[in-house]
Nanobody
Framework: QEEMVESGGGSVQAGRSLRLSCVGP????????VSWYRQAPGKEREFVSS??????KYSDSVKGRFTISQDNAKETVYLQMNSLQAEDTAMYYC?????????????????WGQGTQVTVSS
């Protein structure tokens, strides 16, 4: 089954930074509208940020600290996370609900990754 692939998680102290990466399964031939979600233990999965043809959105909890970007040359979406706080500790998931490929144009998709763990210690 096709899925997105996340990387870049880790354990850091509060105030430090991490950069997460997300690549789609057909990144060489397709482009993806990408969202990041996170889920902390015992909590619901929540929206973090998204990028769609350059249009970006952020949750209030990360606005001003996180930056989402898309490197088309590397076919990768990044989530730069600065000033990390203990409350940012969670499993971070990459998701795409819209995919463009040369042979199909834009189509709806429901692609998720396995997640990458971010742990922030205070």
């Amino acid at each position: 089954q096709e899925e997105m692939v996340e990387s870049g998680g880790g354990s850091v102290q509060a105030g430090r930074s991490l950069r997460l990466s997300c690549v789609g399964p057909e990144a060489r031939f397709c482009k993806y509208a990408v969202s990041w979600y996170r889920q902390a233990p015992g909590k619901e999965r929540e929206f973090v940020s998204s990028i769609d043809e350059g249009d970006t959105k952020y949750s209030d909890s990360v606005k001003g600290r996180f930056t989402i970007s898309q490197d088309n040359a590397k076919e990768t979406v990044y989530l730069q996370m600065n000033s990390l706080q203990a409350e940012d500790t969670a499993m971070y998931y990459c998701e795409s609900d819209k995919t463009w490929c040369a042979w199909s144009g834009w189509i709806e998709s429901n692609l998720w990754g396995q997640g990458t763990q971010v742990t922030v210690s205070s």
